[in-house]
């Protein structure tokens, strides 16, 4: 049984932080993959950077940690703010959360995919294509098979199972469902920015949150060399070029100092609407799918980054497990049920309250009462350092952990 058990290859479809990540952790565990990119470079746009302690453990399993943390930093804090700058509320780091094994870390994706990249191509049992672009799928009771567009022509590519981490544009997805991905585009318009612009001199900490109706904003440094990510509300409707031609006066009106073009280096802007959605299933027979292919959700808190290296913890857990005899393939099926109910429980409706606070005053009780129980609970944290009694770090609260899962209670041994 157990012969007859192991998983040959795991094809795994996309080069973003979740595929490349899977990649390690399953080729670690023995179990050969390869991974298909239809672009011949890894993503460079702005995105998500800051890795709360559950990913953190993910990079540690994956043997990344110790260089992410080389390349990146620690963040000192989080705090919101009026557009005036005065602090409603906050977090601060200290020395008992820079001791933390599991500290937050913060580094550009695009930086910590180069490393993903690299410990993959470590593994020999890894194989990692470029310029191969899904464009149909099908399986039998024996495989799953990719037929794939590359330059030498049409091919196709079989694997065991195939795990689609192909963004939101997911061509995996759209393979199972069609242009089905259930729940909403929000009424809003946000742009990512990356720049160099001093906002110590204002007293800024390593991230904040502007609170405003219409001038509402995140700025965090990403980099330990002073490279931010500030990302804005502007109105919505117009083209993704009119919000390029008013980055510099949305920056104006809202950032500290009222900056103008050459008080600040600006790296890089995407303008892009935000999603709330979540597919029906993430399996279909010999077919999963995991993180932005899988489910989406707003930026503000990092449910969307966090949700997706969760989705990435399960689906190794599961796979390790069949390829161990520990387990049947029912399994997947947990797997899609555990990862749905995360999104609707925990994901969706704490990204949306992080958005919601930053603007909607319809929203003002919630918010109040927020900023309340984050004041409560650095004055317990100030109370029992206090007496010596420091079980904990503050800073880096580990909620994040709810979104992980033990499937060890679910397992069913495969039928002799």
Not at 11 to 20: E, F, H, K, Q, R
Not at 128 to 154: F, M, P, S, Y
Not at 157 to 179: E, K, P
Request: hydrophobic share 35%.
């Amino acid at each position: 049984m157990a012969k007859d058990s192991k998983i040959k290859k795991v094809v795994i479809v996309g080069a973003g932080p979740s595929g490349l990540l899977l990649g390690i952790l399953l080729c670690k565990a023995g179990i050969p993959i390869v991974l298909l990119e239809k672009s011949d470079v890894l993503d460079a746009n702005p995105r998500a950077a800051h890795y709360a302690p559950s990913a953190v453990v993910e990079l540690r399993r994956a043997g990344v940690l110790d260089t992410v943390a080389e390349r990146g930093y620690h963040p000192n804090g989080v705090c919101w703010r009026t557009i005036d700058g005065k602090i409603l509320s906050g977090i601060r780091a200290d020395e008992d959360d820079e001791k933390d094994p599991d500290a937050m870390v913060c580094l550009p994706l695009d930086k910590l995919d180069k490393i993903l990249l690299e410990e993959l191509e470590k593994q020999p049992n890894s194989e990692v294509l470029w310029e191969h672009e899904v464009v149909e799928i099908e399986q039998d009771e024996k495989e799953a098979r990719c037929i794939v567009n590359t330059k030498e022509g049409k091919k196709v590519i079989g694997g065991d199972y195939i795990v689609g981490c192909d963004g939101a544009n997911s061509q995996i997805r759209r393979c199972l469902f069609g242009d089905e991905y259930p729940g909403e585009t929000l009424p809003a318009q946000i742009i990512a920015t990356n720049v160099y612009y001093p906002f110590e001199k204002f007293g800024y900490w390593d991230s904040q949150f502007i609170v405003h109706p219409t001038d509402w904003y995140m700025a965090a440094k990403i980099t330990s060399d002073g490279m931010w990510r500030v990302t804005y509300g502007d109105v919505v409707g117009l083209e993704p070029e009119e919000y390029i031609k008013r980055q510099p006066m949305r920056y104006e009106q809202i950032l500290p100092g009222a900056p103008k073009p050459e008080d600040y280096v600006l790296k890089s802007a995407s303008p892009y609407k935000l999603q709330q959605r979540c597919a029906k299933s993430f399996r279909v027979g010999r077919i999963l799918l995991a993180a932005d292919a899988a489910h989406l959700c707003n930026p503000f808190g990092g449910m969307g980054l966090t949700g997706g290296i969760a989705d990435i913890s399960s689906l190794t857990d599961v796979l390790i497990a069949m390829h161990l005899g520990l387990t049947d393939d029912s399994i997947l099926d947990k797997y899609s049920e555990v990862r749905i109910k995360k999104w609707r429980e925990i994901i969706d409706p704490m990204s949306r309250a992080n958005f919601g606070r930053l603007h909607d005053e319809n929203l003002k009780a919630d918010r109040e009462e927020f900023f309340r129980g984050m004041d409560r609970m650095m004055a317990e944290k100030d109370r029992m350092k206090r007496i010596g009694d420091i079980r904990g770090s503050t800073f880096n609260n580990k909620f994040t952990f709810t979104l992980m899962e033990d499937f060890t209670p679910y397992y069913k041994k495969p039928a002799e």
